[in-house]
Structures are given as C-alpha cells and as structure tokens.
C-alpha cells in the first residue's frame, strides 16, 4: 500500500483544513486507517484512526470534537477534517495504514506516507 498526503499549509487559529490520504491498491478497504502527527523536537503522537468500514472512529482526547477522520472506500482515500485549528495543532501529518483493526500506535502500522505539513500561526 502506497500512501500519499495532501490538503496541508497556513491556517489562522480557529480556522479549518481538510487533509486526504490517497492509497494505492486494490485492497485498501482491508486496511484500518491513522492520522498521526510530529512536532518539531517532539515524538510522533497519535491522531485519530478509522475501521476498515468507517463506521468505527477512535481520536486522541487533544482533537475530540474537532477533528473528523472519514473514508470513502470507492475512492481509496480517508480523509482527516480539521476545524477549530489552534497553534499547538502545528506538526507534520501522517497517514498510515495497518491490517485489521485500527490502532493508536504508531508502531503498529506497516504503511505510511510522505506526510504534510499544517501550520497554525496568525
């Protein structure tokens, strides 16, 4: 599974963004789904993460009720909305994709993409 990030840049506090992961293969409904995130200076953190269905969702306590991660299986692509963007939200984003169930650690995916970059600043 090849992963490719888009949908990053510049966003004032309090603004929104919608990130896409783009998966290639024909298998991608299989795969259960993260967002993480990497701040400079700090470790890799855990996002939020999506079943292979999309009907079960699981976020960090940091972006619960801001952030939405979604898929749309047909178009081999999830999907990471952002709204309520404040400054500490700055990091490189990842996606990555794992066999079977979803999963809160990093160490746990086999795939990941290139990642992209969001920055909240005024």
């Known amino acids: 599974v090849q992963l490719v990030e888009s949908g990053g840049g510049l966003v004032q506090p309090g603004g929104s963004l919608r990130l896409s992961c783009a998966a290639s293969?024909?298998?991608?409904?299989?795969?259960?789904m993260g967002w993480f995130r990497q701040a400079p200076g700090k470790e890799r953190e855990f996002v939020a993460a999506i079943n292979w269905s999309g009907v079960s969702t699981y976020y960090a306590d940091s972006v619960k009720g801001r952030f939405t991660i979604s898929r749309d299986n047909a178009k081999n692509t999830v999907y990471l909305q952002m709204n309520s963007l404040k400054p500490e939200d700055t990091a490189v984003y990842y996606c990555a994709a794992r066999y079977g169930a979803y999963s809160s650690y990093a160490s746990e995916y086999a795939y990941w993409g290139q990642g992209t970059q969001v920055t909240v600043s005024s």
């Open positions: 293969g024909r298998t991608f409904s299989s795969y259960a």
